[in-house]
């Protein structure tokens, strides 16, 4: 860890698109068998750290990635992401929907914000709410290593946010491409295990 001060009220464990539709069975990406058991442990993982993070009274704040709905529901996708996730249709995703949702063993989050690309703070009001709350520190967890978190880390580096991430939080489609990038994101911010996270809390 950096010499930055921890204080608990200032800080964010930020849920990188842990929701329904990518980790639970009935969501899109299950439905499509598109899925990772180092992805699928997450929740169990992460759980007993949001309790900590809840009784110390820090902030809990969820990203969700979101295709936005046009006519007849027909969703927003990227040519890039077609390309790579051709069975992504009508309803998956959907604001507001159960698919779209932070999974059932994480909830409640403080914060949820709507994203629509890698980065939780492209286009998003990410930043203005941490900004409200008085957040300065951010805890970055989920899905996948080398995309959303990453992609997340480094522009909240940028915004001149403290970041943490934690390896044993997050995950890719492999574990090459996950040691990759967190060895990587250890160049902008502080890389720590949940563990470590979790006497942070507790003092």
């Not at 169990?44 to 007849?72: C, M, N, Y």
């Not at 970041?163 to 060895?183: K, M, P, Q, R, V």
């Amino acid at each position: 860890m950096s010499q930055h001060e921890f204080i608990p009220s200032q800080t964010a464990v930020l849920i990188v698109d842990l929701q329904n539709d990518f980790l639970h069975p009935e969501g899109a990406y299950g439905r499509s068998g598109t899925s990772s058991s180092a992805i699928a442990a997450l929740p169990e993982k992460i759980g007993p750290l949001l309790d900590v993070v809840r009784s110390a009274g820090g902030w809990i704040v969820s990203t969700q990635f979101t295709l936005v709905p046009g006519k007849q529901g027909a969703p927003f996708i990227s040519t890039h992401l077609k390309k790579l996730r051709p069975f992504l249709t009508r309803g998956d995703f959907k604001p507001g929907g159960w698919g779209h949702s932070l999974v059932d063993e994480l909830q409640p989050a403080d914060i949820t914000i709507e994203k629509v690309a890698y980065s939780a703070f492209y286009q998003s009001r990410l930043e203005f709410a941490l900004n409200r709350a008085g957040i300065t520190t951010l805890m970055v967890c989920g899905i996948v290593t080398n995309g959303g978190v990453a992609s997340t880390v480094r522009e909240a580096h940028v915004r001149d946010f403290h970041t943490i991430t934690l390896e044993d939080g997050c995950a890719a489609f492999s574990a090459e491409t996950h040691d990759i990038s967190i060895a990587s994101l250890a160049t902008v911010g502080d890389v720590i295990s949940i563990r470590d996270a979790i006497n942070l809390f507790e003092g």
